[in-house]
């Protein structure tokens, strides 16, 4: 019997039971709590345009209301309403990080396992990752900005460059760890091709951190859309986005501290979300692995 | 230690190079012709090829790098464009500030970071570590501005015991600057020290597993030695790189600080700096600040290297 006639095995369905894994993992009940906040948030966003038309821009003479139950969060120093902006402001935060990360998260990922077709490669993109991690988060921030001005892509590719080592480095540490290993070799010795060992074999046993690590990637995103937008380097007004409403807020923060401390909410909102779920992905993962 | 050194060196080396290349392409890459900035908007065509002359833009790239490069180690940090001051001159005037906001949170940070650390990784039980847990892990998740500004609106509106902006030298008025200072320094440190106090905690609860421990408690060494002499010690290390690895993002995290609590420092600087286009001083500011924290860097791996021998002679 030669090689080509071994009757090869039905490919196992490796996403299907991963995803269906991931699913259990979200049904732990910090994971249905972190999901289901999130969820709330992106539809508050998503919705407000038609819960609350015009309502954005929508200046009054009531400047600076305390908080009521038509204000929730009282009115700004134009008399518009502060919640509704906090709402609003929801839709840059979210599409930032759900544009940015995972990009990040795929780009990052490659370049980490990279190392399996070329081990060249693979050093050269780890010298590039200890070059983005010599930059502190809001130098890099700042360059960014210099070379393609402020605004929405500069924050996304700020998001993108920031992210790319922590996934490069969770893959190449799962490489690392799995290339000696016996299946590895074994398929080597078939003569699977080294693509197909990085994507087939290596990575779904990388899959499980990088996970975790883009619900945290998609937290240190929308905090770093606020620092660059607090210092006026973000988003720029009149577009309403956390930041740009804590860099006026804080200025009256005297007059009307829900200002300042209705964006910080949504901020703490959103990241306390992001991270029950990265909570309940990081249980299963250990659970998996028997720890 | 020297073979560490002779280790360790080339990729500072390299990470030093290839930040100053990137420093050196910035107003570059910005686009704008800098020649064209100076002349002003109606300079005819040779005025703005005589001051590109001068300022040597008509070399090739990589002789105005190493122009640029000999210049910054001679101590030559250029001059602004903007104002047509020497970039030193404006950065000594606003050094002082950062130096007192960035000194005053590191001593907090690592007071902070090794004293909560140590607490949790002793307390083992009941609801002093539930506790401590959580403390740690809400303060790792709040970054910097976000905690200046829950300072702010706690500390500043709702109790009004702190003032929250403006700043005066520490050196003139040592009550007032300090008040000012505390905030602030308050917020860079929180997190940064919550990132190191959760390193010590988890190297402590590994420690605790190995030999030598279950060794000095059969040999009845009573438990707060074990503690003090065994475990800590074997800490340090952690403590050590932990705390060397965060001061850089402790100094980038000025920028939005200064900016939020009204201080006048490098961080608003470099702000303003990109907003008014005026590069030559933000890549000094970038440049430093990452010559800075990879430094830091190397010297708290030194540090570790000294504390012990086993990293030394690996």
Not at chain 1, 32 to 51: Q, R
């Amino acid at each position: 019997m030669t090689m080509s006639q071994t009757p090869v095995p039905a490919r196992r369905p490796v996403l299907n039971e991963g995803v269906a894994r991931y699913l259990r993992a979200l049904a732990q009940p910090q994971g249905l709590v972190g999901c289901g906040l999130l969820l709330l948030l992106i539809a508050a966003a998503l919705l407000a345009p038609v819960v609350f038309p015009g309502g954005v821009d929508q200046q009054s003479r009531d400047s600076f209301l305390p908080p009521s139950p038509a204000h929730p969060f009282g009115t700004d120093e134009l008399g518009r309403d502060i919640f509704v902006r906090c709402i609003y402001a929801l839709q840059v935060s979210v599409s930032l990080v759900i544009v940015s990360v995972p990009i990040a998260a795929v780009a990052g990922t490659l370049m980490g396992l990279s190392g399996a077709v070329s081990r060249l490669l693979g050093e050269g993109f780890q010298r590039l990752f200890d070059i983005i991690l010599g930059f502190p988060s809001l130098v890099l921030g700042i360059c960014i900005v210099i070379i393609i001005g402020p605004g929405w892509l500069s924050l996304v590719v700020t998001i993108v460059i920031f992210s790319l080592p922590q996934f490069g480095r969770l893959a190449r540490g799962a490489l690392l760890s799995e290339e000696g290993r016996e299946y590895v070799l074994a398929a080597r010795v078939l003569g699977v091709s080294k693509g197909k060992i990085m994507l087939r074999h290596i990575l779904p046993n990388a899959l499980d951190p990088i996970f975790v690590q883009v619900s945290l990637s998609m937290i240190a995103g929308i905090f770093i859309e606020a620092a660059l937008s607090i210092v006026g380097l973000g988003i720029q007004p009149p577009t309403p986005s956390l930041g740009t409403l804590l860099n006026v807020g804080i200025r009256y923060v005297y007059v009307q501290p829900m200002y300042t401390a209705g964006p910080i909410i949504m901020l703490l909102l959103l990241a306390l979300a992001f991270n029950l779920i990265a909570d309940a992905l990081n249980a299963q993962a250990l659970k998996t692995r028997g720890e | 230690m020297l073979a560490f050194l002779a280790r360790r060196l080339p990729s500072v080396a390299f990470m030093l190079l290839a930040t100053s290349i990137i420093a050196f392409l910035l107003p570059r890459l910005a686009g704008g012709d800098p020649a064209q900035t100076i002349a002003g908007a109606d300079a005819t065509v040779d005025q703005v090829e005589a001051i590109r002359q001068q300022l040597g833009l008509d070399q090739p790239l990589p002789a105005q790098y190493l122009d640029w490069l000999f210049g910054l180690l001679r101590g030559d940090l250029g001059t602004s464009l903007i104002t047509n001051r020497p970039v030193g001159q404006l950065i000594l005037a606003r050094l002082g500030s950062t130096l007192e906001l960035a000194l005053t949170a590191s001593v907090l940070m690592i007071a902070f970071g090794i004293g909560l650390g140590i607490l949790a990784g002793s307390v083992r039980k009941g609801a002093g570590r539930f506790g401590l847990d959580s403390a740690i892990s809400v303060l790792l998740a709040t970054p910097p501005h976000v905690t200046g500004l829950i300072l702010i609106l706690v500390f500043g509106i709702t109790f009004n015991m702190l003032p929250i902006s403006g700043e005066v030298s520490i050196l003139r008025d040592p009550v007032t600057g300090f008040s000012l200072l505390l905030m602030p320094a308050l917020a860079l440190a929180l997190p940064q020290a919550a990132m190191i106090a959760r390193l010590i905690q988890a190297r402590m609860m590994q420690i605790r597993q190995e030999e030598f421990v279950d060794f000095a408690r059969a040999k009845g060494v009573p438990r707060s030695q074990i503690v003090l002499s065994h475990i800590l010690r074997n800490s340090m290390g952690t403590a050590v790189v932990a705390t060397g690895i965060r001061i850089g993002e402790l100094l980038a995290g000025a920028v939005v600080i200064e900016a939020i609590f009204a201080r006048n420092g490098l961080g608003l600087m470099a702000v303003d700096a990109v907003t008014s286009r005026d590069y030559q001083v933000v890549q000094i500011v970038v440049l430093g600040a990452v010559v800075i924290a990879v430094l830091t860097h190397l010297f708290s791996e030194i540090l570790l290297a000294a504390l012990d021998p086993r990293i030394r002679l690996e």
